[in-house]
Structures are given as C-alpha cells and as structure tokens.
Nanobody
C-alpha cells in the first residue's frame, strides 16, 4: 500500500522560499511508471495543481506558478521536494503530494498524503 506524508515548516514569511518534502512508503518515487506531484488548496477554494514529475524525470508546472516552483527528488531515497520561491500570503493553504500512474494532471492522482498546512505571514 502506498502511503505519502508531507512535511514542512508550517509558517513562512513573505518573500521567503517554502520547501516541502513528501516521503513515500510502499513504492519508490523512482519507480518507472509513476507520476508524483504537488497540489494545494487555499482556504475556501478548490484544489490547485502545482506541478509534477513524470517517470522520465521531466517536470511539468502550472503556468501560474512555473516561475516560482521547482519539483525534485532524491534518486536514492524517497523524498520528493517542492520549492516555492518568493511566497506571499496568497500561497497560504493546505499542500498535498500525490502519486499517479496514468498522468500528471490533477484528475489522475490515486494516492494522496494527508496534507500539510502552510501559512505565509510576517
């Protein structure tokens, strides 16, 4: 059974860089057939797909976040990381990592972490 667990700082100041980690158990993030992505949910709003890494190692990002987002993985271990640069209070929300077999887009994710709350405030 695949289990995902997000972790991060919880509180970040405006203009700083947010770094989140997703630990995967039950399946390696380097498995050739899996997509791994990050999704967030601002307060009172719907899910927003941020980006994903394909089995090839290629990364795909939301156009709205592409200039500020990086997704990477440690090939010898399981953590999948998200970096979101120059955060603002609008980046506040619940952040999820997810795993998918068929594609990188939001509708494909079969496995989800429980989410980690991120608040951007000075």
């Amino acid at each position: 059974q695949v289990q995902l667990q997000e972790s991060g700082p919880g509180l970040v100041k405006p203009s700083e860089t947010l770094v989140l980690t997703c630990t995967v158990s039950g399946r390696s993030v380097t498995t050739a057939s899996d997509y791994w992505g990050w999704i967030r949910q601002p307060p009172g709003k719907g899910l927003e797909w941020m980006g994903a890494m394909a089995p090839s190692g290629n990364t795909y990002y939301s156009p709205a976040l592409k200039s500020r987002t990086s997704i990477s993985r440690v090939t010898s271990k399981n953590p999948l990381t998200l970096q979101l640069r120059t955060v603002t209070p609008e980046d506040t929300g619940l952040y999820y990592c997810g795993g998918a077999l068929a594609g990188a887009s939001l509708g494909f994710y079969e496995h989800w972490g429980q989410g980690t709350q991120v608040t951007v405030s000075s």
